[in-house]
């Protein structure tokens, strides 16, 4: 098969594309004809050696998480789709990478709606998992307030829109360029960084705070809402040692932990929730996709169409 590789750590050119051996899908998992593939903040953070899971990988490798595309395998003790079916899903923390390619192995997806594009369902599915446990997490809830710092960006994005379909208000944070971006996604926007306490005390009182950002602002973000009880990162690694509740995307196996694809394939359906795309890419170009991944401001999610 042909795929986007890299066989040393380092900047966007060590990415080419060309031939890989194909994956096959194990027990629970089912193997797709890809059609378009995510490019992720730890896609690009782990083929720049920046991730502790770099000395884990085995080089060459096939970057990318997310993919949707057609089944074509279908894996021992696997129930509900059958070859042909049209999906979108993510590969296995473990496998750390492998989407970015003609053939992926999902370790979990969800049936593709009709009218969700195959770029948006390449997108999605780790932002809408990691959005969905961090918002069970915090039990986000009809007339709950929540903060969300980094609300324009792959995670934050489709975290505003989850907690508002389940009847939250939202003031979400962004750069200057995406006060209007946030806004559309239905949430009260605001700046991100010093004196956000203030300017947030002065929109509304907030109940619960989702920092997605991992920007350091831990200790104002615990101020606003006055407890570290009421904070969940998703991208602060010392959130535990003040108090704040890290959420991590490696369940444990957990078969109930991943229920949010289907949620949102069904809003969008509604017309009530949208993969926000900043930029789609073809598959020859991963390198330039993963450039622009490493440069804010992001509106969204980054894409690699797959021919
Ligand atoms: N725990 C997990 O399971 C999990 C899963 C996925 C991702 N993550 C992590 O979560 C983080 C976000 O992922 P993502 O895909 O959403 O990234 P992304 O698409 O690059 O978005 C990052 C967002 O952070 C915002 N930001 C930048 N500087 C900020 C600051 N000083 N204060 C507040 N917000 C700031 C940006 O806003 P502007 O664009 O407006 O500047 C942008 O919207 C990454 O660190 C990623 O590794 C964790």
Redesign the pocket.
């Given at each position: 098969m042909f795929a986007v590789q890299f066989d040393r750590f380092g900047p966007p050119e060590v990415l080419s594309v060309g031939p890989f051996a194909e994956p096959h899908a194990g027990r629970g998992e089912v193997r797709v004809r890809v059609r378009a593939a995510g490019v992720?903040?730890?896609d690009v953070?782990l083929r720049a050696g920046r991730s502790p899971s770099a000395e884990r990988v085995a080089l060459p490798h096939i970057p990318g998480v997310d993919a949707a595309g057609v089944v074509d395998e279908v894996g021992p003790d696997v129930t509900g789709v059958a070859i042909g079916d049209e999906v979108f899903g993510a590969v296995d923390v473990a496998r750390l990478g492998g989407a970015s390619a003609e053939f992926a192995v999902l370790a979990f997806w969800a049936a593709k709606p009709a009218s969700m594009s195959w770029e948006e369902a390449g997108a999605g599915a780790?932002?809408i998992?990691?959005a969905t446990?961090?918002l069970d997490l915090l039990d986000v809830g009809e007339g709950t307030t929540l903060l969300i710092?980094?609300?324009?960006?792959?995670?934050?994005?489709v975290a505003v829109q989850l907690a508002i379909a389940r009847g939250a208000r939202v003031i979400g944070?962004?750069?200057p360029?995406?006060q209007a971006?946030?806004a559309q996604l239905g949430a009260i926007p605001t700046t991100?960084?010093r004196g956000l306490p203030e300017r947030v005390r002065r929109l509304r009182e907030v109940d619960l705070v989702l920092?997605?950002?991992?920007?350091?602002?831990l200790p104002e973000l615990i101020a606003i809402t006055g407890t570290a009880a009421s904070v969940v990162t998703?991208?602060e690694f010392t959130g535990p040692r003040l108090g704040v509740r890290?959420?991590?995307?490696d369940l444990g196996g957990d078969p109930n932990g991943r229920h949010g694809l289907a949620v949102a394939a069904a809003l969008l359906e509604e017309g009530r929730f949208r993969l926000p795309l900043q930029e789609v890419f073809p598959m020859a170009q991963a390198a330039r996709a993963h450039a622009f991944?490493a440069r804010?401001?992001?509106?969204?999610?980054?894409v690699l169409a797959v021919p």
């Amino acid at each position: 098969m042909f795929a986007v590789q890299f066989d040393r750590f380092g900047p966007p050119e060590v990415l080419s594309v060309g031939p890989f051996a194909e994956p096959h899908a194990g027990r629970g998992e089912v193997r797709v004809r890809v059609r378009a593939a995510g490019v992720s903040p730890v896609d690009v953070a782990l083929r720049a050696g920046r991730s502790p899971s770099a000395e884990r990988v085995a080089l060459p490798h096939i970057p990318g998480v997310d993919a949707a595309g057609v089944v074509d395998e279908v894996g021992p003790d696997v129930t509900g789709v059958a070859i042909g079916d049209e999906v979108f899903g993510a590969v296995d923390v473990a496998r750390l990478g492998g989407a970015s390619a003609e053939f992926a192995v999902l370790a979990f997806w969800a049936a593709k709606p009709a009218s969700m594009s195959w770029e948006e369902a390449g997108a999605g599915a780790t932002s809408i998992e990691t959005a969905t446990r961090a918002l069970d997490l915090l039990d986000v809830g009809e007339g709950t307030t929540l903060l969300i710092d980094g609300a324009a960006g792959g995670v934050g994005s489709v975290a505003v829109q989850l907690a508002i379909a389940r009847g939250a208000r939202v003031i979400g944070t962004g750069s200057p360029e995406n006060q209007a971006f946030i806004a559309q996604l239905g949430a009260i926007p605001t700046t991100y960084g010093r004196g956000l306490p203030e300017r947030v005390r002065r929109l509304r009182e907030v109940d619960l705070v989702l920092d997605v950002a991992g920007a350091g602002s831990l200790p104002e973000l615990i101020a606003i809402t006055g407890t570290a009880a009421s904070v969940v990162t998703i991208a602060e690694f010392t959130g535990p040692r003040l108090g704040v509740r890290l959420s991590l995307g490696d369940l444990g196996g957990d078969p109930n932990g991943r229920h949010g694809l289907a949620v949102a394939a069904a809003l969008l359906e509604e017309g009530r929730f949208r993969l926000p795309l900043q930029e789609v890419f073809p598959m020859a170009q991963a390198a330039r996709a993963h450039a622009f991944a490493a440069r804010g401001p992001r509106q969204g999610k980054i894409v690699l169409a797959v021919p």
